[in-house]
């Protein structure tokens, strides 16, 4: 008889556990979505930051900014040093980010002159991403938004552009392509009567001087980002080769961004 009152008490205490363990699960589904929320907040380097508005602590529009608007004035961030770009010069410097601040060191510039609206453009901004700004990133990885509290109060609203990397997946390559002055027809699957870029590799030894060509000429079958061919003119690019993880069923799996013009030769002539 004690043996079965002892087993009855036993298999109370057990049912009991479970249930509160079932329960505390039950109670507790915030923690889980918190910490991921957490994780998947868009990271400052996966993206160009856009300046999209900018006012002063009382709200007020600061016009010197407002050529930044319209030029796109952008922040884009690596590992250890952020750049801006979309004024008369460009601006660089180190940075550290840590719990919502952002700690920008003094930024170094080049020195090209232009006209008074963008030396003012770059005389403010050189003003306000200095010492520590408060930091603020909403919205998904989509279309996040970034927000800095300058020292003074200022706000600047910037808008997330996905980098390349972080669109295909992948860490871009650095190659030079030639870039022939005329286009030429080619067999596309989509796209009747299609006119290729001819392009060649180029290559430059450890002291910058380029190589003689060795590779022919061969047509490209896709464009190449950012740039804009134009008949009769030769250039030299710098791009960055990417390996598209998942691309669509009808694009390519190589993908070409410019990242710079090295020559440009209008008279048509291929060296």
Not at 41 to 67: E, F
Not at 206 to 216: C, E, F, H, I, Y
Request: hydrophobic residues 35%.
């Amino acid at each position: 008889m004690k043996q079965n009152i002892l087993l009855v008490a036993v298999c109370a205490a057990l049912i009991q556990g479970c249930a509160a363990t079932s329960k505390s699960h039950e109670e507790s589904p915030s923690m889980p979505t918190a910490t991921s929320a957490a994780i998947t907040q868009p990271a400052l380097s996966a993206y160009y930051w856009n300046l999209v508005s900018a006012t002063d602590a009382s709200g007020k529009p600061l016009v010197a900014l407002n050529k930044g608007v319209e030029r796109k004035l952008r922040v884009s961030f690596g590992e250890k040093n952020l750049n801006i770009s979309g004024g008369c010069n460009g601006q660089f410097g180190g940075y550290h980010y840590q719990g919502g601040v952002l700690k920008v060191q003094s930024l170094a510039s080049t020195l090209m002159a232009c006209d008074k609206d963008l030396m003012d453009l770059d005389a403010q901004v050189g003003r306000l991403f200095k010492g520590d700004l408060r930091a603020v990133i909403t919205g998904d990885n989509t279309e996040p938004m970034l927000q800095l509290i300058t020292v003074d109060g200022s706000v600047l609203k910037l808008q997330g552009e996905a980098t390349p990397e972080t669109r295909y997946g992948s860490k871009g390559e650095v190659k030079f392509l030639e870039v022939a002055p005329k286009t030429v027809k080619c067999s596309h699957p989509m796209i009747p009567e299609y006119q290729c870029l001819q392009v060649r590799e180029r290559r430059y030894d450890d002291a910058g001087l380029q190589l003689p060509t060795q590779d022919p000429w061969h047509p490209l079958y896709q464009s190449i980002e950012g740039f804009e061919h134009r008949d009769g003119v030769r250039n030299v690019l710098r791009v960055k080769q990417y390996e598209w993880k998942n691309p669509p069923a009808d694009a390519p799996s190589t993908v070409y961004v410019l990242d710079l013009v090295v020559e440009q030769d209008a008279s048509g002539a291929e060296k």
